[in-house]
């Protein structure tokens, strides 16, 4: 089984310092990560993923399948940064659909 | 388009009952996902439907039950409520035609078992 984790709760950075939002999984198979953000009083929605390898709100995540790692850096914090992000896992092949979440950390971008 | 509607918000019930939630997904989307999330926890996934059949399903008793209907909307049953049920549950959309890698989720419907 796959599982996702996401080893801080809380993290709290100074705006203009960097970010890292760490992310591991176990998979023994080909695996696509993604990084969902919920802000404030909004519904989950997705900031990017490994597959697009785009940057989304000057945010990037790079699938290091050696550590097997996703973590999520941004090289200067915004106070609008601040918000729940969530790393997901899903199976690529054999019909799986589901993503698998981690618990979550919460960034908090202080002024 | 309002994207994925959940209806109702929020929901109070006693244990031993019965709730039925439901997902109106985006427009253009075949696929519903229902996932749960309890305080302090990542969504869970429960199933997926999709052509009105469930196509996967997480690891979630048989008192979870759901549907999908043809305008692809969908409902979320749960039998026998139990304490633990108490949750935020998700629904989330996908294209098939779209890879159905994207999951677009709605705002969720709040429910507490007393």
């Known amino acids: 089984a796959q599982r996702v984790t996401q080893p801080e709760k809380l993290l709290s950075v100074f705006k203009g310092a960097p970010v890292e939002l760490k992310c591991n999984y176990s998979?023994?198979?080909?695996?696509?990560l993604f990084w969902y953000v919920q802000y404030s009083r909004q519904r989950l929605q997705l900031l990017l993923r490994h597959i697009s390898r785009e940057s989304i709100k000057g945010f990037t995540a790079d699938l290091n399948k050696g550590e097997t790692s996703f973590h999520l850096k941004k090289p200067f914090a915004q106070e609008e940064d601040s918000a729940m992000y969530y790393c997901?896992?899903?199976?690529?092949?054999?019909?799986?659909?589901?993503?698998?979440f981690g618990k979550g950390t919460k960034l908090s971008v202080i002024p | 388009d309002a994207g994925v509607t959940q209806s109702p918000t929020h929901l109070i019930k006693t244990r031993g009952q019965q709730v039925t939630l439901r997902c109106s997904p985006k427009s253009g989307h075949d696929t519903v996902s229902w996932y749960q999330q309890a305080l302090g926890q990542g969504p869970q996934f429960i199933f997926q439907y999709y052509e009105e059949e469930e196509r996967q399903r997480g690891n979630f008793p048989d008192r979870f039950s759901g549907h999908q209907f043809p305008n692809y909307s969908s409902e979320l049953n749960v039998n026998a409520l139990l304490l633990g049920d108490s949750a935020l549950y998700l629904c989330?959309?996908?294209?098939?035609?779209?890879?159905?890698?994207?999951?677009?989720f709605g705002p969720g419907t709040r429910l507490t078992v007393l």
């Open positions: 997901a896992l899903r199976r690529i092949g054999a019909g799986s659909y589901q993503l698998t």
């Open positions: 998979y023994s198979g080909s695996p696509e």
């Open positions: 989330a959309s996908s294209s098939i035609a779209g890879g159905g890698n994207e999951q677009f």
